[in-house]
């Protein structure tokens, strides 16, 4: 597909900055809009108009100032995160404006990128851009890599209404899984996740002992955690996985999305049962597999197209909405990603 035009480009852009520290509850008084001249590329750059960006869990941590194994935001700087534009210009050559590509710095309507932190996108690999913002991966490589979901395995998936979780339902039911269990904060979100994304069962957060909820959804217990939470959730898992079971562990939900934002999330687990029952639990990254997103886009396009996938996201209009899109991810107003478009 040959890239298309692209229009001229304005002298100034907008830029979404952190304002302050976020302590306590996320509020748009965290974050200021202002107005600066769009960068101009040099040698081995891209300037990338942003089309989608999402917004994640993970922002509100880098929000805080703690200690985290990526870098935090800075206040009075622009925020940045998982984007998708078009190329504008590249003196460089090694792109050609109209192409469509990944970068990551969103927040802000153009971004000077240099070139090798670009990923070219297929323009007809997914039906929308935004598709391109999914989690899936991460559920995706978690469940084909670091559990191996096999047929017939009864799958527990925390936060399963989040960006990763809302996707994890429904290709552990497609990688052959024989009961789908999730957990979320409503039941109105619960019900969504039994109606239309895969799962068989559910768990509410504050409808009693996640532990009892738990063995009443999988009386024979689990033999695949995906957990984005962590905390008391991860602990009723290990006291219901069977022999052998899996456990992979992508998030910390339950401290990134508290009062504090923190990074830290302590938990006991009873070491006995990990050695008796000889649970393999694993931490999982995307980032230590640079080939699942090429392998994640071929699998998700499939099911988008003929119907076995859906993509459930929010997705707020303009850059001036990107705060209040973070803060209500936050809230857990939303089920799937929450996405911006500019």
Do not use: N
Request: net charge neutral; proline share 8%; charged share 20%.
């Amino acid at each position: 597909m040959t890239p298309t035009a692209v229009p001229d480009v304005p002298a100034v852009q907008r830029e979404v900055r952190l304002a302050a520290r976020a302590e306590g509850q996320l509020t748009t008084r965290h974050f200021t809009l202002a107005e600066v001249p769009v960068p101009q590329p040099g040698p081995g750059q891209v300037l990338v108009r942003t089309r989608v960006m999402a917004v994640t869990a993970a922002m509100r941590t880098q929000m805080t100032g703690a200690p985290l194994p990526m870098p935090s935001f800075v206040p009075g700087q622009a925020l940045w995160g998982s984007a998708v534009g078009e190329v504008v210009a590249a003196p460089g050559g090694g792109f050609a404006p109209g192409e469509l590509v990944h970068h990551p710095y969103g927040w802000r309507e153009f971004a000077v990128v240099d070139e090798g932190r670009l990923r070219r996108l297929a323009p007809d690999a997914l039906p929308t851009p935004a598709a391109h913002l999914s989690q899936g991966a991460t559920a995706w490589g978690a469940l084909t890599r670091a559990v191996e979901v096999r047929p017939g395995d009864t799958v527990f998936v925390t936060g399963a209404a989040g960006g990763v979780g809302s996707l994890a339902g429904q290709l552990a039911r497609r990688l052959g899984a024989g009961r789908v269990v999730g957990s979320t904060g409503s039941e109105r979100k619960a019900a969504r996740l039994r109606a239309e994304l895969g799962y068989d069962d559910t768990i509410v957060r504050g409808a009693g002992p996640i532990d009892r909820q738990l063995r009443r959804a999988a009386p024979d217990g689990i033999d695949v955690l995906l957990d984005t939470v962590g905390g008391e959730q991860l602990t009723a898992a290990l006291a219901a996985a069977r022999p052998d079971a899996r456990f992979a562990l992508v998030g910390a939900l339950a401290t990134q999305l508290g009062g504090d934002g923190g990074a830290v999330a302590p938990v006991e687990l009873d070491a006995g049962l990990i050695i008796t029952r000889r649970v393999v639990l694993r931490g999982f990254g995307l980032h230590a597999h640079p080939d699942l997103p090429q392998e994640w886009t071929k699998e998700f396009g499939q099911g988008l197209r003929d119907g076995s996938l859906v993509f459930p996201h929010a997705l707020l209009k303009g850059i001036e909405q990107a705060p209040r899109a973070l803060c209500e991810l936050t809230q857990g107003h939303h089920i799937g990603a929450v996405l911006v478009e500019l």
